[in-house]
């Protein structure tokens, strides 16, 4: 089976066996035992192991199992049903535990279509849990600014709260392809920063345009979440950037709480690639 990913090293397109996936000039890369494939070259590593952690991994699986951001998921997938054919390509680059790269695949195939699905991250913890998690959608390890897949692949590409590759981006996607970038509006999660920090600030909304996209709209996807217990609060703080760079003294007010009411907010900003 032709796979929807390309290799790495010479860019030729890659056939997927049961146990790997290999190329026309003998690039082989081994398909391991949860699904996925490794195709992030030693010399485009930035360390050891980059990306999310295994506790940041398991962080965001378990918080968003529970379905706390799942407004988010619903309107990505009537977004990505409105904007697909009846065979889309798809792509989610740095799509983490998976969570939105299933929901988005069952949505398309709930919807009568049919569907060919990837989903690349540079944390090979992470595309791990994503290729257990959905064993229809073909996951790999790699770089969203050196995406192994082929020019004018992806009818839609996703990109949720990760590194955003215009340029690499525009180049794996077919024209008029649609897509879906998802950013944090000025007060998500707002309550939790006020624990963290004794000066909080909003973050920052802007309209970019990038070279290669036009815009066709912003989603706005705004709620709130009551969580009840420690465990809820920690994976939520865990899968955040905050988990790095807050002060000792924030992060032990934290611990202390048992409940915490916040808010989500989230932007989709909808294009189409020109």
């Not at 090979?124 to 192994?148: G, M, N, T």
């Not at 973050?203 to 009551?226: C, K, Q």
């Not at 009411?261 to 020109?274: D, E, L």
Request: aromatic share 10%; charged share 25%; proline share 7%.
């Amino acid at each position: 089976m032709e796979s929807l990913f390309r290799c790495p090293l010479c860019g030729a397109a890659l056939a997927r066996t049961e146990r790997s996936c290999v190329c026309p000039a003998g690039h082989c890369f081994d398909i391991a035992r949860e699904g996925y494939v490794y195709l992030l070259p030693v010399n485009r590593k930035h360390s050891a192991a980059p990306g999310d952690d295994p506790g940041m991994a398991a962080a965001r699986r378990d918080f968003l199992s529970r379905d706390y951001y799942r407004p988010l998921l619903d309107a990505l997938c009537a977004l990505a049903v409105d904007h697909t054919g009846a065979e889309p390509a798809v792509l989610d680059a740095g799509c983490g535990e998976g969570y939105y790269t299933s929901g988005i695949y069952r949505a398309l195939c709930a919807a009568g279509k049919r569907p060919r699905m990837a989903g690349t991250d540079i944390s090979k913890a992470v595309v791990r849990l994503a290729a257990k998690r959905e064993k229809a959608v073909e996951f790999a390890v790699a770089s969203s600014y050196r995406l192994p897949l082929a020019d004018g692949a992806a009818d839609l590409l996703l990109n949720c709260f990760s590194p955003l590759a215009a340029e690499e981006f525009r180049r794996v996607m077919r024209r008029d392809g649609c897509f879906l970038y998802v950013v944090p509006s000025a007060m998500h999660l707002w309550e939790l920063k006020e624990t963290l920090y004794d000066e909080p600030y909003p973050n920052e909304e802007r309209l970019t345009p990038y070279p290669g996209f036009a815009y066709e709209t912003v989603v706005p996807v705004d709620g709130r979440i009551e969580l009840s217990s420690q465990e809820e609060i920690h994976a939520l703080f865990q899968m955040t950037p905050y988990y790095w760079k807050t002060p000792r003294a924030g992060a032990e007010r934290l611990a202390k709480l048992d409940r915490l009411s916040v808010q989500t907010g989230f932007r989709i900003h909808v294009f189409r690639a020109v």
